[in-house]
Each structure stands twice: as structure tokens, then as C-alpha cells.
């Protein structure tokens, strides 16, 4: 610190100098008086005597100082609506934003004393304020929540460095609107019976809001619905089925209706807000007696067969209480229609047969069934009525049967060329189809079983017998190439009868082959890499396409074409790729290529692929300086830099790195091997250290430099670098040579400096003492006169440079010239013409 002083106080004597020296050389053209010499010299060293004895006038105040009495400081009391003082009861709403400055500390010292502030929190409470310890500006760092904590303890403090006051205070957190209301005994789920009275309450909703005031005021509402079928009371959250409305089980056993619960609105954040909250309220309707009982999957047809016996099951019928929720059992019972030969069992609803078939007189009946529902005490409430239609059928014992050219038969071929257009009957198949049972016995379904959507077989129904005709529905699904046969199976399946007899016959198509494919690459690319000086004829990459086509039309020949194909050949029918016998890649000329190869079947159907190659850079190029000899000149402080160049097209092998292979002297030098920076050892900061290192006057090193490239192998090559070492000297002159010697020791140049200036002062006393006593024994001091002189309009203006005086004697620059008379002391010495502003003033000479 007081070497700084030192050397502030050496800058203010080199500024008052300069400027003093200014001074005196204008008053020597101006002829000042002795007297303004005086002033400026004496005003000159009131100031050194200032700066020399500020520091012990410090000292001696501050001693002084500490001789006072001591008072501890305090916080200004403002009251709690004040937003300065110690923050005592001072309130906040919740929603003020984090980063605001909501208070400032304020107090004082009895001493005038700067204060600092402090500002604290009780141990695992959490920190809601900073403060500025400076300014006392406190500010809010976390979100504060009444509901969670209205009232903070905070412990501020002020301190004047010596003593400290200490303060617990408690703020208090207002309340804002920013909670919405809160649904109590979640979730909301209601049983009412459906026979609920209109305008009955039902349930009662409760919402809480945590806020004070109107926004913690909640009121309710559901949200409108066309269908709506209850209502709620506004203030006391009841509610009721609504006036006029009936609840239906069957029609919706359950209700969902959203209530909405809104407070009474507050201000929130500047803004004024109301809140609402949602629930969802389920209502479950019960089921009441009051729907009747109803058959399910009517009409019903029963069957009575040649082969049936007494007890025989027909069919059986089933019905359900329409009341779902709370259902009644079932009677079932015969009213009329059955003639006394059929029976239903009254539990299940099972309808048999009584008798023999052959006792029967009708070949059709219809018979009436009830269905009641069974109340308390067995007693039959409301029923239901349906008709079981019943129908007595010859036996179904003939399954159907397919039939070629000669008689029964269950495998049909045929030969075809694949891809036949679609709608095409394939004519080749004879195929008939029959039944020999008549009526429902007889009818049947035909379909084909294979591949999806193939084939499709006409009719698809058929009564006693049909010819059977096969369309083809999808060409693509008939290729040679997914296989030569294919294989379907033509079933016939009986429709109404319990039976279900069927018949299954093979139908075998063999397909002849097309040329309908074209070769096709196992890629659409092909990416190769081939070493740079690969010797002609290397093999490159192998491309491959296929032709599923049989015979001719899949053998495959390969040709390539494009640019840079020439360099390249291809086999004929294996696509393997090669380089042509007399070429050469070079990766540093080029280093990509990519042409298209051509795969072609005996019809000329072709397909393409691109190939991508790309020659390899391999190290085939040494590191190069420019010259083997360089010269560098090096600043101390300032690193040189050395460069040689791979041609090689890529990393690593154009990637060099340089190192010192030998240096004289040794060990002065440091290189950046990754960009070739020559710089000193950190220890070399001056020249005075380089000439203890090198004997040699003119600081020269040579040293030999390294450049090797990363490739494998590596090449290298080296350099000579000359390297002149010098230090950079910004200043010039005498004066700047001294400065530089004497930085290290600032008292010695402020010594200096008095020095001079003593001189200075002392011949400037000597000249003012010689210029007085000319001037009292010369009769050339004349009176004042005005000098006015007009200047020609063609004259060019004068301009403010300082003139270069030279005299032949010393006398002369005390001499006083009359401009008017144009007379010269010397005319062999011209004196320049003064700047205009010095004209236009009055000169008045002592």
C-alpha cells in the first residue's frame, strides 16, 4: 500500500512539472511580471508539502478520533404501516412476488457512524426475506402462503462495526384470493330408488375455501345439462331431484352430475379472481318393481324329427324381469296350442315333446308359453305371452356330395399360366354339387378354404344341387413365385339342420411361370472402401440382385455406368466390382466416386443400384517446412511460430505434431506440438536472464524442430530455426531509459526529479532577476499602445501552431519590436507571425 502511495504521488510531481514547464515557456513569449513566477512556484510546493504529510495528517486524525465517546446505533421506529424502520408488525399479502423489495431497514448512529444491516431467522424456520446490508433494502427471496404460515419471526439487526443491535420482530402474512374452494368426503357417491319423490333432497355437497372474507365464502351450482334432472341449493349445497322429474332405472340406472363450487371472489395479485372447484357426483338409481317380465331372442322355432322320443328336447325359452336391479324368478307355463303333446318345465322354460312322432297330427304348431313374475308368497304378478312355432320334419340323413365328369369324386386339378386377370372363371373345373334330402334338409353353403381372398366360389347357397363355378378375385395371390402349386379346400355344410352334415373336395391349381419379375438389388446402395495405391484389378465390393423368375428370365448380367465408372469394372454375372487394371486412386485427387451398376435379365427387364466408394487416405506424405533453414526474431513474452504442411487428405496422417529435437543452449525453450508455438522457459523473463544463459553477445539460438505426422507409419521432418531473441522497449529516449532502470525503486526517480526541478527554479530565478534589471536601465520601454493592423483580404488565415524561435543572440528574446515601423533588429532573421488570438488583444509592456 505505501508503495502505491509512492508512486501516486511521483505521477502528480510529473503532472505538476509538465505543466509548470508549460507555464514558463508562455510567460517567456508573454514578458509576465517576476511576481506571477513567485506565485506559481510557491503554489507549487504548498502542493508537494500536501501530498508528503497526507498521510501522517491521517494518522493524527484518526488517533483523535478514537478518543470519542462510543454510542450503540438504532432502528428508526415508524410503526407498523410504515414501509422503513425495524419492520415491527409489518404486514404483506401473500401473493407478493418473489424479488420484491418490500421494506427498508432504517436507522442511525449517534456517531454519524455508517450502519450495517442484518437480517435473520430462528433455527430450522424457513427464509423468506434478504436484506442489503447496505442499504437496508429487504427483499422477498421465497413465495409466502397464509395458509400455511400467517406470521414470520424475523431477527434484524444494525451495526455501526463496533456495536450491534439486535431485534426479533414479527410480520405478518395477509391473505390474498388464491384458494379455490376444497370438496369435503370425496368422492360423491348416491343409492336412491327410482321411485324417488320430485323435489326430494338427496344428498348435501360440502365445500371449504381456506381464504378469509368473501373469498373464503363458497356457493354452488351444477353445471346445465339438457337432461338435468336435479337441481342444488346455492348456499346449502342440498340437493334435490328436481320439480316436475322422474328417475327410470331401466332407462338410466346412473347419474353423473358435476357440481361446481365457487367462492366469493377477492383480489389476487393486483386482479380481482373468483375461484371455483369441481366434483363429480355419482347417483345410483335402484331398481323398483314396476316393469314386466319380457321373452328374450324371440320368434322361437323348435323341430320335432322322424328319429324323436317322448321327452325329447324342442326347444327352450327364456325370459327376464324387465327390473334389473332387483329381479323376480320366473314361471313359465303353456296357455294353448300344444294339443296335450308337448310339456314346459316351469323353472327352466325347457319345451319337450310328450309322444311319439308318429302320433303327431299336424306337421305344424303353435303354442302359446306365459311367463310370470313370482312375488311374495308364490303369488304370479305380471307376465309376458309368446308363441314357440314347432315344426315336424322328415330326417336329414343324405350329406351332399361333389361330382366330376365321371361320378362322385373329392380332388379337382388343373394347369394354368399365373396371373390371370381378375373376374376370370377357371374354366378348367367340372364340379357339381348335390343333396339328395329335400327341403331344408337340403340346403347347403359352399366356400373355399385357402389363401384369403384368392378365389371366391359362385353360388355360395345351394338347394338339392348346383354347378359349382370358380372366379379368380385377386391375381397377385396366383404367382409362380410364391409357389407353383396351389391348394384349396371346396366345402359343402348343410345350413338349417341340426346335423350339419358337409362334404370336402381338393382343388389343386399348378401354375406356369412368366417372366413378370424384374431383378432387384439386395440394397438400394452400396458403400465400399478401397485404400489409395491399391494395385489395378483390387477388389472393390460385391453386389448381388435377384431375379425370382425361372429359367432364362432369371439369369441376371451386370454392367455399371456413370461418372467416374471408367476407373472400374464389373463380372458379368457374378457383380463383383473391381478396379480396371491400370488404375491408380489417388485419395489426395480424389477421394469419392459413385456411379450405377445394372442388373438385366434376358428380356431386358433391369433394376439399379447406386454404389458409393470411397478411396482411403492412406500415409503417403511426409511433413514439410518451407525452408529447412529459418530465421525468427522473438520478443521476450511473445512466442514464434514455426508451420509445416502433409498433404495427405486426412487426419490422422495430416495431423502434425512438433517437438525440439536439440537446442543450443539447451533447455531455453518450450513448443506447442499441436500448433508450433516457440516460446522461452516461464523462468526467461528478461534479457539480463538470456545473457546469463548464452555466452553469444547477440542472443542468437538455434534449434532443430520436429514436424511428424500421426499416420502409420509416421513420417517426420525437421528444421533449423535461427531465433534472435530481443525485449521489447516502448519507451525512448534518456529520460525513459532512467524511468525503466528506476521502476523497481520509486524514491530514487522521485529524488531525481526534485533535483531537476530545484535546477529549473533556480535558472529561472537567475533569468527573471536578468530580465528586471535590463529593464530598469533600457530607454526603449515605451507606453502602451494599441496595435491595430488590418489584414488583407486575399491573406490566409493564421493558424494556433506554436512558431519555432530561433535568436541569434540571447538578448533578442527580450527585445519588444514596433510592427508599425517595420524595423528589425536583425534582417537576416525574420520573426513569424504571431497567432491572430494574440493580435487582437492590447499589449502592454512592463
Known amino acids: 500500500m505505501k508503495k502505491e502511495k509512492k508512486t501516486h504521488a511521483l505521477l502528480l510531481l510529473l503532472l505538476l512539472h ?134 414470520i419471526t424475523v ?77 342444488i341449493d346455492g348456499n346449502s349445497g342440498i340437493l334435490r331431484v328436481k320439480p316436475g ?238 409357389g407353383p402349386t396351389l391348394s384349396f379346400k371346396l366345402l359343402a355344410v348343410e345350413i338349417d339342420t341340426p346335423e350339419r352334415f358337409s362334404a370336402t373336395a381338393d382343388i389343386v391349381i399348378n401354375l406356369l411361370d412368366t417372366n413378370d419379375n424384374v431383378p432387384k438389388f439386395t440394397s438400394e446402395y452400396y458403400i465400399a472402401r478401397v485404400p489409395e495405391n491399391s494395385p489395378g484389378g483390387s477388389r472393390v465390393v460385391s453386389v448381388t440382385a435377384n431375379d425370382p423368375d425361372s429359367g432364362p428370365w432369371g439369369e441376371v448380367k451386370y454392367t455399371i455406368y456413370g461418372s467416374g465408372s471408367d476407373l472400374f469394372a464389373i463380372h458379368l454375372s457374378s457383380g463383383l466390382i473391381s478396379t480396371q487394371p491400370w488404375t491408380s486412386l489417388d485419395a489426395e485427387v480424389r477421394s469419392k466416386y459413385n456411379f450405377y451398376v445394372k442388373a438385366e435379365d434376358s428380356e431386358g427387364k433391369y433394376g439399379l443400384a447406386e454404389v458409393f466408394v470411397t478411396v482411403l487416405d492412406m500415409n503417403d506424405h511426409p511433413p514439410e517446412f518451407d525452408e529447412k533453414l529459418l530465421e525468427k526474431t522473438m520478443i521476450i513474452g511473445t512466442p514464434v511460430k514455426v508451420e509445416a504442411v502433409d498433404d495427405d487428405a486426412e487426419s490422422p496422417n495430416n495431423v502434425i505434431e512438433y517437438s525440439i529435437m536439440t537446442a543450443d543452449p539447451d533447455n531455453a525453450f518450450d513448443i506447442n506440438a499441436d500448433t508450433g508455438e516457440i516460446k522461452l522457459k516461464p523462468y526467461i523473463k528478461s534479457m539480463e536472464i538470456v545473457q546469463n544463459i548464452t555466452r553469444q553477445k547477440d542472443c542468437k539460438w538455434s534449434l532443430v524442430v520436429q514436424a511428424r505426422d500421426r499416420g502409420s507409419p509416421s513420417f517426420s521432418t525437421t528444421a533449423v530455426v535461427n531465433i534472435d531473441i530481443t525485449e521489447a522497449t516502448p519507451l525512448k529516449g534518456p529520460m525513459a531509459a532512467f524511468l525503466m532502470k528506476s521502476r523497481d525503486n520509486p524514491m530514487k526517480a522521485l529524488g531525481m526529479v526534485v533535483v531537476i526541478i530545484s535546477v529549473l527554479v533556480g535558472v529561472t530565478v537567475l533569468i527573471s532577476t536578468a530580465m528586471y534589471m535590463r529593464n530598469s536601465k533600457s530607454n526603449r520601454i515605451m507606453p502602451a499602445r494599441r496595435i491595430i493592423k488590418r489584414r488583407p483580404r486575399d491573406e490566409q488565415p493564421w493558424t494556433l501552431k506554436m512558431p519555432i524561435v530561433r535568436f541569434s543572440s540571447p538578448a533578442d528574446k527580450f527585445l519588444i519590436s514596433n510592427p508599425e515601423s517595420g524595423l528589425q533588429r536583425d534582417t537576416n532573421h525574420l520573426r513569424p507571425k504571431p497567432p491572430s488570438a494574440l493580435v487582437s488583444a492590447p499589449s502592454t509592456p512592463v
Open 18 to 151: 509538465f505543466t509548470l514547464g508549460k507555464a514558463l515557456f508562455f510567460c517567456f513569449f508573454c514578458s509576465l511580471c517576476c511576481s506571477m513566477w513567485s506565485s506559481l512556484l510557491i503554489a507549487y510546493i504548498t502542493i508537494l508539502s500536501f501530498l508528503l504529510c497526507s498521510s501522517n495528517l491521517e494518522h493524527v486524525y484518526l488517533s483523535s478520533h478514537k478518543g470519542q465517546s462510543d454510542y450503540a446505533p438504532y432502528f428508526y421506529d415508524n410503526g407498523p404501516n410504515s414501509t422503513n424502520g425495524n419492520m415491527a408488525l409489518f404486514s404483506i399479502p401473500e401473493d407478493t412476488p418473489v424479488g420484491t423489495q418490500i421494506y427498508i431497514l432504517n436507522g442511525t448512529d449517534s456517531e454519524g457512524d455508517p450502519v450495517r444491516y442484518g437480517l435473520t431467522f430462528e433455527k430450522g424456520s424457513k427464509e423468506y426475506f434478504m436484506v442489503d446490508p447496505k442499504s437496508g433494502n429487504v427483499t422477498l427471496i421465497q413465495e409466502l402462503n397464509r395458509e400455511k404460515q400467517d406470521e
Open 155 to 231: 431477527i434484524v439487526s444494525i451495526t455501526d462495526g463496533r456495536n450491534k443491535v439486535v431485534e426479533t420482530v414479527r410480520v405478518f402474512v395477509t391473505d390474498t384470493n388464491d384458494e379455490p374452494p376444497e370438496f369435503q368426503n370425496l368422492p360423491f357417491i348416491i343409492d336412491i330408488p327410482e321411485d324417488t319423490a320430485a323435489g326430494s333432497s338427496i344428498y348435501r355437497v360440502q365445500a371449504v375455501d381456506k381464504d378469509m372474507g368473501s373469498g373464503g365464502s363458497v356457493s354452488y351450482y351444477l353445471q346445465s345439462s339438457p337432461l338435468a334432472k336435479f337441481t
Open 245 to 482: 322429474e322422474t328417475l327410470d332405472y331401466e332407462t338410466t340406472p346412473t347419474h353423473f352430475v358435476t357440481v361446481v363450487a365457487k367462492d366469493g371472489g377477492g383480489k389476487y395479485k393486483g386482479k380481482h379472481q373468483v375461484l371455483t372447484s369441481t366434483a363429480t357426483i355419482t347417483i345410483n338409481v335402484l331398481d323398483a318393481q314396476d316393469m314386466p317380465p319380457s321373452f328374450i331372442g324371440t320368434p322361437y322355432f323348435g323341430y320335432v324329427y322322424e328319429v324323436s322320443v317322448p321327452g325329447s328336447e324342442i326347444f327352450t325359452v327364456y325370459a327376464k324381469d324387465g327390473d334389473q336391479g332387483n329381479p323376480n324368478p320366473i314361471h313359465y307355463s303353456i296357455m294353448n296350442g300344444s294339443d296335450g303333446v308337448f310339456d314346459i318345465n316351469s323353472t327352466s322354460g325347457c319345451l319337450t315333446l310328450s309322444t311319439y312322432p308318429s302320433l303327431l297330427k299336424n306337421e305344424l304348431y303353435e303354442i302359446k308359453v306365459k311367463a310370470s313374475e313370482v312375488g311374495p308368497n308364490d303369488k304370479l304378478l305380471d307376465f309376458d305371452i309368446t308363441t314357440v312355432t314347432v315344426r315336424v320334419v322328415d330326417l336329414n340323413n343324405h350329406p351332399p356330395t361333389f361330382y366330376g365328369e365321371n361320378g362322385p369324386q373329392n380332388k379337382f386339378e388343373v394347369t394354368m399360366y399365373e396371373h390371370p386377370p381378375a373376374g376370370e372363371i377357371l374354366r378348367g373345373f367340372k364340379i357339381t354339387v348335390n343333396d339328395s334330402d329335400q327341403g331344408a334338409n337340403a340346403k347347403f353353403k359352399l366356400r373355399l378354404v385357402g389363401p384369403s381372398r384368392v378365389l371366391r366360389v359362385v353360388p355360395q347357397t345351394v338347394l338339392n344341387e348346383a354347378q359349382v363355378t370358380i372366379i379368380v378375385e385377386d391375381t397377385s395371390g396366383i404367382d409362380y413365385e410364391k
